[in-house]
């Protein structure tokens, strides 16, 4: 019993994880492409910085309103969205 194989540790499911990860960040990447810069910094801020930017630091730094930069972060997923899935 101490030398049966741990399911965990299939080689096939680790390479199809490592290619799901791989295929995953190549889609993020592209999509990432596709917005603007400053929806691009609004994403990236919001969602995948160490620490998170509220709705008004970034409103400060881009001199409109906390809505608007709610409307700009949920049309940019919006887009991200549909280009990860195409």
Known sequence: AHFLA???CDPADLVAAEDYRADSEGR??????ILDERSRDIVEKRWLGESKATLHELAAVYGV??????QLEKNAMKKLKKAIAA
């Open 28 to 33: 993020l990447a592209e999509a990432f492409d």
């Open 6 to 8: 741990a399911a965990a």
């Open 65 to 70: 309103s906390a809505e608007r930069i709610r």
